[in-house]
């Protein structure tokens, strides 16, 4: 089992920066992917990011490229979002997940943190 914690989320204006943390517990394995997502209301789950704890692939969603760098410290099992140029449509809670390939599931979730972008 893999228990995954989001932390960093908050208010910021736009134009502003966060950084997000999750922070990974339990079983853990050098071939997870992790990756972001996030879901405003009355909206559907987004993809944001994702990157696996081997190597250092990353792959972005359009709507974030070049504003927002997903990055991993596998000696903390923490894998970081740094949000830049945050705009209002930015809003929303930030999930991280975990996946095993090759299942294209994400069988692990966290608890999602807010992040509010005020215009």
């Known amino acids: 089992q893999v228990r995954l914690v989001e932390s960093g989320g908050g208010l910021v204006q736009a134009g502003g920066s966060l950084r997000l943390s999750c922070a990974a517990s339990g079983r853990t394995f050098s071939a997870v992917v992790m990756s972001w997502f996030r879901q405003a209301p009355g909206k559907e789950r987004e993809f944001i990011a994702t990157?696996?704890?081997?190597?250092?692939?990353?792959f972005y969603a359009d709507s974030v490229k070049g504003r927002f760098t997903i990055s991993r410290d596998n000696a903390k099992n923490t894998v970081y979002l740094q949000m830049n140029s945050l705009k209002s449509e930015d809003t929303a809670v930030y999930y991280c997940?975990?996946?095993?390939?090759?299942?294209?599931?994400?069988?692990?979730w966290g608890q999602g943190t807010q992040v509010t972008v005020s215009s």
């Open positions: 990157i696996r704890w081997s190597g250092s692939s990353t």
């Open positions: 997940a975990a996946r095993v390939p090759p299942k294209v599931e994400y069988d692990y």
